[in-house]
């Protein structure tokens, strides 16, 4: 059995632009990855760990536990022996409460990059190999959650370049999701259904090539 964990945010989670409901497993873009892989092999699993709210490497000051360097090593114990680990995050280190940039965004995931490669895993496991996923451009903000994300179309702007660097100088994989898909027009931050079909379809091709 190949195992996959993504660790990620509300992107990968499915919220439903403008509400707070959640897409069914096989619509949101892991669980459409996992099928799409499992129609030529069915012995991949996806494993989700993904939290709204989920900053790189900075808390939230209103929900606790958004720190994803925080707890990171643990997940990869828990779940070991892993093949790949896909980490999409970024978008929500551009909220409103951070005056952050694409510079510092890329330094948080260079940490969590770290913490996977240094995991305390049992002997004789493999090191996983790491995708880095860049979240599409955040679009104007909409809707309730507008004054959360005010400002952050200007802030990611250099996401893509900056994640890209990490990737080459850590000899991770790489992944814009801006070359196949913007946000929703809803709220300008997340998917819709469509977009997490498109993203999971992209996003097997790769997994596929790495797995083998």
Known sequence: MKQ???YSDSLSWGIIPGTRKRLDFEDRWP?????????????????EN???GRRTAWEDPFLLGRRGINGIQQVIEMHSPLD????????????SMHQLNAWHSAQGMRAIV??????????????PSILIVVPPVIESPKGPIAPKFE??????????EEYKKVSDELACHYF???????????????????QHHIVGAALSKIARRLLD
């Open 114 to 127: 770290n913490h996977i490669k240094t995991s305390p895993i049992e002997p004789g496991m493999p090191i």
């Open 4 to 6: 996959i964990l993504v």
């Open 84 to 95: 790949l680990v896909i980490v999409a995050l970024g978008t929500n280190d551009f909220q």
């Open 176 to 194: 814009d999701c801006s070359s196949v898909t913007t946000t929703s027009v809803v709220d300008g931050i997340h998917l819709d259904k469509n």
């Open 151 to 160: 400002g952050g179309e200007t802030k990611i702007a250099g996401l893509a």
């Open 31 to 47: 669980g459409f990855m996992e099928n799409v892989l499992n129609e030529v092999d069915d012995r991949v699993r996806v494993i």
């Open 50 to 52: 993904c939290l709204n």
